[in-house]
C-alpha cells in the first residue's frame, strides 16, 4: 500500500512538471488588466476599466464595466475599438461620465446607468484630462492645455493648432524656460481649469492667465471643487520666473467667475 501510495505521488509530480512551460510575452498581452474602481453613490455597484492589449498590433483598448459590489451581475458597458476610461458617477448615480478618444481628441461622453446609448458632452480641440463631477451634478470641472490668450475660445485654439500641426515647418520655438515637461511641449499653451455646464455644453475657463491652473503633477488632478459647488480650489504657480521656483499656491476660484484669491500666500 505504501508502494502503491508512493508511486501516485511520483506520477503525480512527474505529469505536474510536464505541464509546466515558461510565462511568455504572448502569455502576458493576453492578461486583462483592471483599474480605476469606482464605487457608485449608493455603494451598490463598483465601475472600473478594462484594458485589453494586442502584441502584434502594438496596440490597446479599453472599455467600461460595471458589477454588482458583492460580485454579482458583471456587464460590459462600452464596446468598440476607442479607448474608454476614467468613469465617474454623477452625484445622484444615474449617469456615468467617462473619457473617450471616439472622435480625434479625448473628449468627455455621458452614460446613462439604467440603460442607453452615450452622449458626447464636450468637443473641444485641446482636449480633456481629469475631469470631476460638481456636486450638484449640474457641472463638469477639468483641465486643458489652452493658448491663455484664447481661453475657452475653441475656435481660435483648433486655429492655432491646425496651423502649427499641418504647417509646413514641424519646429518648436522656445523663447523661455520650462517650454516642456517629459516629452510634451507646451508650445505656448498652458493648462487651464475649465468648466461645462451638463446641460447646455457650454465651457468657460476659469483660470485665465499665461500661468498653467493646475501646475504640472505627475499624477494629475490639482484641482477640487467645495462642497456647495461654489467654487474651486487649483494648484499654480503665479512667480514670475516660474522656472527658477519650484512654489506652488492653493488659490480659490468662483465657479460663476470673480476674482481669485491666494490663500497659502
Known amino acids: 500500500m505504501r508502494m502503491t501510495v508512493l508511486f501516485s505521488l511520483l506520477f503525480f509530480v512527474s505529469f505536474a512538471k510536464a505541464e509546466k512551460k515558461p510565462f511568455t510575452l504572448d502569455d502576458l ?60 458617477w454623477s452625484p445622484d448615480g444615474a449617469t456615468l461620465m467617462f473619457l473617450s478618444d471616439r472622435t480625434e481628441k479625448t473628449q468627455i461622453w455621458l452614460l446613462p446607468v439604467d440603460g442607453g446609448e452615450a452622449r458626447q458632452l464636450t468637443d473641444i480641440s485641446t482636449g480633456i484630462s481629469d475631469p470631476v463631477w460638481s456636486p450638484n451634478g449640474q457641472t463638469i470641472v477639468f483641465a486643458s492645455k489652452v493658448f491663455p490668450e484664447y481661453g475657452a475660445d475653441d475656435s481660435l485654439n ?17 523663447d523661455r524656460l520650462l517650454y516642456r515637461h517629459w516629452t510634451a511641449y507646451d508650445d505656448g499653451r498652458r493648462t487651464h481649469t475649465l468648466i461645462v455646464d451638463v446641460e447646455s455644453g457650454g465651457i468657460r475657463d476659469l483660470t485665465p492667465g499665461d500661468y498653467h491652473a493646475p501646475r504640472f503633477s505627475l499624477d494629475g488632478g490639482g484641482f477640487d471643487i467645495s462642497p456647495e459647488s461654489g467654487e474651486i480650489c487649483v494648484v499654480s504657480n503665479h512667480d514670475p520666473d516660474p522656472w527658477s521656483s519650484t512654489n506652488a499656491d492653493l488659490w480659490i476660484v468662483p465657479l460663476s467667475g470673480g476674482s481669485r484669491r491666494n490663500i497659502t500666500g
Open 29 to 88: 498581452y493576453r492578461i486583462q488588466s483592471i483599474s480605476d474602481p469606482q464605487i457608485a453613490p449608493d455603494a451598490k455597484s463598483v465601475a472600473f476599466t478594462v484594458t485589453k492589449y494586442n502584441l502584434y498590433e502594438g496596440e490597446r483598448n479599453s472599455d467600461i464595466w460595471l458589477v454588482d459590489a458583492g460580485g454579482s451581475n458583471l456587464r460590459q458597458l462600452t464596446r468598440g475599438e476607442s479607448s474608454d476610461r476614467h468613469p465617474r
Open 158 to 174: 483648433a486655429r492655432d493648432l491646425d496651423s502649427m500641426n499641418e504647417g509646413p515647418v514641424q519646429a518648436h520655438l522656445a
